[in-house]
């Protein structure tokens, strides 16, 4: 007995250094590897961001070189010149219609075949000129005054070679560092298996036992767990990080046919994505004013699935078939909308009362105090269940996705889950979250709390948002809070709580189609009469008391009081859309809002001119747009927020890497955009003065700081954000189909 113990022993430790040689071996390979691939990414990613600032050169230099005219050579090389100086752009050069290079500036190779980029458009092209230089050369086409040329940026390829050897040098080190830590962790693995069996009972009672022997497939249990581990964290690494896919709708697609094969993937919101209205006899197609909207709908359309919404349009009902479904968008379908109607009554509870007079007041802490109602929670509660049964009618499978939007829908998880007890439900909250002591208020806050806490993955704007739940859930239900994995367990099921911070689609599609930034400008000073030396600042909003509409003005005037020289030169062109007027406290603020840009008007106008501008009306998309690029400066004051999409979109519609955003520290989208003017919106004078800064502000600083924000909202757009919470989405399915196997 003892002999045959000895000799396993001695078996143990050979087999044990052997495991340890070959994760030893296996993590080296596997280090080799990266090492490899991190030289080729670094390549591609300097090559992809040589791509990026081309187009954003041609965006910006088409303007000034349609002004400038080819009659007028020294005009137009200054413009390129000027922009040449950029230490990372090699030259710029203009192809004329004759196919030859008419104008380059001091750096650029004069030796092009023009003729070689007249089937490009942006697409970055390697060449080897003939002294050895490598270059990568942009072709855009360019009409100056009636000729039709091509611009050309190159860049200097030397560049990607001094990337490559920078990240081999920072990588040599951590391989070599990761390489020892394979090493000892395949040893440390290797022998606390044996020292596990060596004192297993049954090996000390009977002193014969074998090792159990590996599976069919040839791994072990722990080898089959640590190769699961790997390939879950280079898809992982592979698409949450971003660092090699550009996120885009035929992206999203990619990650839904790898990683959710087959999933049926619905959506559930109170706002529509279409509406349709009639006016004047006639149904008109509307696209409401809303963030979540702008966020959603390209996620649907990449995701082919099912959005579900209440139908409140006049027309809505006229425009659907008999199930209450409609093919959108309209022009190219690429998703199901399903209707859900509601009666006024049922309105005026669910939305009016309990959503909106009560949590979004008790969310914002905008000092307007919440109501809580009865019967208002009634009718809450009774709409949630309507809209659970009608998620549980389009359900094709037992395990659907479905992601619930927003405040409206608190109840929800818990009701579909109750009914789809195997489906994912990521529920997203696109409002803040309040700190504990405030949310204490709320009459119906365990409801809310065991309602969300259906969800499989719950996500918020931030992760200041995600800890005031965790307070919340801590304080006020009996559940389990895991801080370090960032869940909550209740009823022995776990909601995972994430921040996932919103975005929009980079390019944005209302950017297509829109003319030169100086026709902007034209346009809209046409329209309100403003002359060509007058500066103009924008504000685009819902009529919400949350906006801080009425301390931006408040800041107009004080700008006026303290530098009086702007006084006929610059206008705040304010956008409101009507929004929840049935609410007193939405046409207080209406009112207040007229009557305060009357007062200020009154005390300064002169000549025709008057500083505010307030118009009380919904905005298209493109019109939004147009409004963006006529502007030198973009006011986004909100006094809380979740995330705030105006400040991102303004950045998205700047393609001419000008104008400045103004944006407050109470929006989320601070966190992301610091390179805005941040201001506190209840500091008057402190807003005024971000106003004069603004406008004051040079050309090459107003370059920078969008350069860096529109790299950042690119790189982290609505389908990234998407992304993070299906991929979450995936891992938990495939850990609950393991959990099921076992």
């Not at 030169?516 to 008391?545: H, K, M, S, T, W």
Request: aromatic fraction near 8%; include cysteine; proline fraction near 5%.
């Amino acid at each position: 007995m003892i002999h045959a113990r000895q000799g396993f022993g001695r078996e143990g430790d050979r087999r044990g250094v052997a495991h340890a040689l070959l994760g030893a071996l296996a993590g080296v390979v596997l280090i080799v590897a990266i090492g490899f691939l991190s030289s080729i990414i670094v390549s591609g990613w300097i090559q992809r961001d040589m791509d990026l600032r081309a187009e954003l050169i041609f965006h910006s230099i088409r303007d000034r070189a349609a002004a400038a005219g080819l009659d007028e050579k020294g005009a137009l090389s200054r413009v390129m010149s000027q922009i040449a100086e950029d230490e990372r752009v090699l030259g710029l050069g203009y192809c004329a219609g004759n196919g030859k290079l008419a104008i380059a500036t001091s750096e650029m190779p004069m030796n092009f075949d023009c003729r070689l980029f007249e089937r490009q458009h942006g697409v970055g092209a390697n060449l080897t000129m003939p002294k050895g230089d490598r270059i990568r050369v942009n072709s855009f086409p360019l009409t100056v005054r009636a000729e039709r040329g091509r611009l050309l940026v190159a860049h200097d390829l030397a560049a990607v070679e001094r990337g490559e050897r920078r990240a081999q040098t920072y990588v040599a080190a951590a391989l070599a560092a990761m390489a020892a830590g394979f090493t000892v962790l395949a040893a440390a693995l290797a022998l606390s298996l044996r020292r596990g069996w060596q004192q297993s009972p049954l090996m000390a009672a009977q002193g014969s036992a074998q090792p159990p022997g590996p599976r069919a497939d040839g791994l072990s249990g722990a080898e089959r767990g640590v190769n699961a581990l790997l390939a879950d964290l280079r898809l992982r690494r592979r698409f949450a990080q971003g660092v090699q896919v550009k996120w885009s709708p035929e992206s999203l697609r990619q990650l839904l046919h790898d990683e959710l094969p087959n999933a049926q993937v619905m959506t559930v919101s109170n706002r529509e994505p279409y509406i349709h209205n009639r006016v004047d006899g006639e149904i008109r197609l509307q696209t409401p004013a809303s963030g979540l909207v702008s966020a959603l709908e390209p996620v649907m359309r990449a995701c082919r699935g099912v959005w579900i919404a209440h139908g409140g349009g006049s027309a809505d009902r006229d425009t659907v078939d008999g199930h209450d479904r409609l093919p959108v968008p309209p022009a190219n379908p690429a998703y199901s909308l399903r209707r859900v109607w509601l009666s006024d009554e049922e309105q005026d509870g669910y939305y009016y009362g309990a959503a909106n007079e009560g949590l979004w007041p008790l969310c914002h802490i905008a000092f307007v105090r919440p109501t809580f109602r009865d019967q208002d929670w009634a009718s809450f509660r009774a709409v949630n269940r309507r809209f659970a049964e009608t998620v549980v009618e389009e359900a094709t499978c037992e395990n659907p996705i479905v992601l619930v939007q927003d405040y409206h829908f608190a109840l929800l998880p818990r009701m579909i889950r109750d009914r789809l007890p195997k489906a994912t439900i990521v529920t997203f909250w696109h409002i803040p979250w309040p700190n504990a002591e405030t949310f204490s208020i709320c009459p119906w806050r365990e409801e809310i709390l065991d309602g969300l806490l259906g969800s499989s993955i719950l996500g918020f704007h931030t992760q200041f948002h995600c800890n005031n739940f965790f307070d919340a859930a801590d304080r006020f239900i009996e559940s389990r809070i895991d801080r370090e994995n960032s869940s909550i367990w209740l009823r022995c099921a776990e909601t995972l709580v994430r921040p996932y911070p919103i975005s929009i689609e980079w390019p944005p599609r209302a950017l297509a189609g829109q003319p030169p930034v100086a026709q902007c400008r034209a346009n809209v000073r046409a329209r309100f009469g403003l002359g060509e030396d007058v500066r103009i600042a924008v504000g685009v909003e819902r009529f919400d008391y949350t906006k801080g509409i009425l301390d931006r003005m408040r800041a107009v005037e004080d700008l006026l009081s303290l530098a009086p020289h702007w006084i006929g030169r610059f206008v705040l062109i304010q956008v409101a859309a009507p929004t929840r007027s049935k609410l007193d406290a939405y046409a207080a603020l209406q009112q207040e809002a007229e009557q305060l840009a009357n007062r200020i008007n009154a005390a300064y106008a002169r000549d025709g001119w008057k500083p505010i501008h307030l118009v009380v009306r919904h905005h298209e998309p493109e019109e939004v747009f147009e409004l963006f690029r006529a502007a030198d400066a973009c006011i986004v004051s909100s006094l809380h927020d979740g995330m705030n999409l105006v400040a991102k979109e303004f950045v998205g519609a700047r393609d001419d890497e000008r104008g400045v955003l103004i944006l407050s520290s109470f929006a989320g989208a601070a966190y992301e955009l610091p390179e805005a003017l941040i201001v506190n919106p209840y500091d008057t004078h402190c807003m005024a003065l971000a106003y004069d800064r603004a406008l004051g502000m040079s050309p090459e600083e107003q370059g920078d700081r969008m350069r860096v924000m529109a790299q950042q909202i690119s790189a982290r757009n609505v389908y990234r954000w998407a992304a993070q919470m299906l991929l979450d989405a995936a891992w938990l399915r495939k850990r609950e189909k393991i959990a099921v196997r076992a």
